[in-house]
């Protein structure tokens, strides 16, 4: 049975046909039609939250897999919305969480409990000086919230810079500072906020003479248009150091430590958002140390609970103690929870053991020699890109115009999802490829086989040699 549903971040707006649906599905079940026992009984009580899914009704997971109510088995290449890094119901995550939901699930925020404290002292410890104090929330959105909160309070200032096409939550705040879907018809945006271009070394219109892309004069340009619009007041610029939802797009080189001098000659924090790059997935521990440059707050979300809600914001014992004699405040009812830490420990414990970095960058470099591949023999595939176990693939209907093929795109989509592998359509034309990074060498490939089918037996994939020969 198909469940299907607005989820805009997968940009599949289109029902999957009954002609199309995975093997093993035999019906289809629209909003107020379910019965009584099947496990889409209720479907219809659920609300609408602005976005699209399409895919079978998921039962359970296991390592690189999720699996469907009709039993089909799902290579997860989201790593559950690059939630759950070390795989979907890791064991050793699974008995933390049996352990301590038996001992302490919660406390008052006013309270603390051993497992906050060693994550604290954890996380600190892998975090280079000066980023020094951990306060643990729940999602991405909070984390963001929380730092934008820190860097208004420590700098007296509001003003707020983001990325072209950055995705930070659904918060006031976190949304905006995110220049991507739902800025409009949702009421005022916050005041104060001002965007950089988008670092897009595809699209770009800021060239050197030979082509390449010119990101510095990219950049400057940027801060001179932000100069003449701000207040005088920024307080803070939040980025990704790898774009996750906007598409792939890694900062270039040199890049971070521009915008960590642009900041600090005006007196901005720099906050980096790692909820889709921390605890490994770019092959270093954490995104911002491919560029050697301290954030001065860091927030990290997804991966830290394998897919349970805990997020952390970070920062310095400086940063920390001016903003709580200004009055800093922000907690939630789950503020520094025991059972979401404890998960958090057991995770970082294992993504700094288990080599889990050196099989990051030898599963990217496969992941990525089979995608180029495939763009050797694809004529769809503008572009391949990305970091680590980070990947995206650009479908656009020329090389040359770089146009999108958002039709051929969604129909990619689906089959990849009929012939078992998930990996999400952002925009209508970029694949975001986030496999879990305790993948093994068969799961890579696996995948990258299934992707080859695919692009070989879908129409207008422009195949510019015979498959198999090239
Ligand atoms: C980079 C980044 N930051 C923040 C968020 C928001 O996280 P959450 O959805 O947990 O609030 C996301 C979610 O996709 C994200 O990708």
Known sequence: MILKRHYQEIGADQPISSSELPSGSSSRVQDGEEGGNSPVDGLSCLANYGAEIESPIITHGGGAYIYSESGQRILDWTSGQMSCLLGHSHPEVVEVIKAHAESLIHTSSCMVSPPVIRLAKRLTSVLPPGLDRALFLNTGSESNEAAIRL???????????????????????????????????????????????????????????????????????????????????????????????????????????????????????????????????????????????????????????????????????????????????????????PLVAAVGEKVLEIATRDGLLQNVMARGQQLFAGLRRLKERYGCIGDVRGLG???????????????????????????????????????????????????TEQEIQDGLDILEEVFSTTAHTQPLCNPGTG
């Not at 965007?195 to 595809?202: E, I, S």
């Not at 020329?398 to 969604?410: C, S, V, W, Y």
């Not at 078992?420 to 986030?434: A, E, K, N, P």
Request: neutral net charge; proline residues 5%.
């Open 389 to 439: 176990l980070m990947a995206g693939i650009e479908i656009v209907s020329d090389r040359d115009t770089k146009e999108p093929a958002k039709d051929l795109a969604k129909a990619l989509s689906k089959t990849m999802l009929q012939r078992g592998l998930w990996c999400q359509l952002q925009s209508q034309r970029v694949f975001r490829i986030g496999p879990t990074l305790t993948s």
């Open 151 to 337: 860097a208004k309070t420590y700098t007296g200032k509001f003003e707020v810079v983001g990325l072209g096409q950055s995705w930070h939550g659904m918060t006031s705040g976190a949304q905006g500072a995110q220049y991507q879907a739902g800025r409009r018809g949702q009421g005022p945006p916050f005041p104060g906020q001002h965007m950089l271009p988008q670092p897009n070394a595809y699209h770009s219109i800021f060239r050197h003479k030979d082509g390449t892309y010119d990101w510095e004069k990219e950049l400057n340009y940027g801060w001179n248009l932000i100069d003449q619009a701000s207040c005088g007041a920024i307080a803070a610029c939040l980025v990704e150091c790898v774009q996750g939802d906007g598409g792939i797009h890694v900062l270039p080189r040199g890049y971070l430590k521009a915008l960590k001098r642009h900041c600090e000659s005006r007196g901005i924090l720099l906050i980096v958002d790692e909820a889709q790059t921390g605890l490994g997935r770019t092959g270093e521990l954490f995104g911002f140390e491919h560029e050697n440059v301290v954030p001065d707050i860091l927030t990290l979300s997804k991966p830290l609970g394998n897919g349970l809600p805990i997020s952390a914001m970070v920062t310095s014992a400086e940063i920390d103690k001016v903003a709580k004699e200004k009055g800093f405040l922000f907690f939630t009812t789950h503020t520094n929870d």
